[in-house]
């Protein structure tokens, strides 16, 4: 009889592929945000608050707005709803600050990038879990006004399908420029605290003062500093309606170019960061 030593055999398991890994963050990304329960009651009431104040005005259009012709230029007064500018603020603070943050606070970043996916497909999933979440605020509101106006004979089905398509372009513009700010913000810090209170100086600390000093030194070029007149600018010429103080491609231009930005010092942040991998 011989001896001999037990011999073994070592399962192995197949790695996830980019593509199923980037899923997989956006699907346990968009899990763990369902399961907040601040994050459930700001795109709730979010969400919901836009969207009623934006009918409501639907139906005191006559009275707050007299003489406005049921078209296409008055969709420009709930596109240019301040609740938007307020809850997307909020949303942006307590979904998206923590997005990149927590990853580098817990060095699930380098986690990750020690699996096969690049730097821009951490970032494009990241940036797939909090534009939809911005995109309830800013454009679910708009296009469901522009529904049941057409549902109460308000305005035409030709009018309203129009009013949806510009809905879906300019919200898309500030869902953008929103994702791609919080998440530059995010990349800069290991506290989410501090990049959602650069989210609110972003939008709150530029656009109060922007107004108070385009009125008080009679100056509305101050007013590009303002993403959401910017943004305004750009709804109000989209939808046909008079023009703002600024002129709307230059504002156009601000937006995208502050998005495109972003987003890109963002990636350099990301490549940046030290990843060790064995």
């Known amino acids: 009889m011989s001896i001999s030593l037990p011999t073994y055999s070592r399962l192995e398991l197949p790695l996830l592929g980019r593509q199923e890994r980037v899923r997989a963050i956006i699907a346990t990304g968009l899990r763990r945000e369902f399961r907040r329960p601040a994050a459930i009651v700001v795109t709730v009431i979010g969400a919901a608050f836009t969207t009623i104040t934006s009918i409501v005005l639907l139906f005191l259009a006559p009275i707050l707005l007299p003489g ?120 800069l810090t290991r506290r989410k605290g501090i990049a ?27 007013l590009y500093l303002s993403p959401w007149d910017d943004y305004v600018a750009v709804a109000n010429v989209a939808f046909g309606a008079t023009p703002s103080a600024i002129d709307w491609l230059a504002a156009l231009g601000v937006l995208l170019g502050v998005t495109v930005l972003a987003a890109f010092v963002t990636y350099i942040r990301m490549r940046a960061v030290e990843v060790i991998t064995g």
Do not use: C, H
């Open 196 to 222: 959602a209170a650069g989210v609110f100086a972003v939008n709150f600390g530029l656009t109060v003062p922007a107004g108070v000093l385009a009125g008080r030194i009679g100056n509305p070029s101050i």
């Open 68 to 187: 406005q012709p049921a078209d296409l230029t008055f969709f420009a007064v709930p596109a240019s709803n301040g609740f938007v500018l307020f809850f997307v603020s909020l949303m942006a603070a307590v979904i998206g600050a923590g997005l990149i943050a927590d990853d580098m606070q817990s060095m699930a970043f380098t986690l990750y990038m020690s699996r096969p996916i690049t730097q821009t497909d951490y970032l494009i999933a990241k940036a797939a879990i909090l534009a939809p979440l911005v995109a309830m605020v800013t454009i679910v509101p708009l296009l469901l006004t522009a529904l049941v106006a057409a549902l109460l004979g308000r305005v035409s089905w030709t009018i309203a399908v129009e009013a949806m398509g510009i809905s879906l372009a300019i919200g898309g513009l500030l869902t953008a420029f929103y994702t791609a700010v919080t998440l530059f913000l995010s990349s």
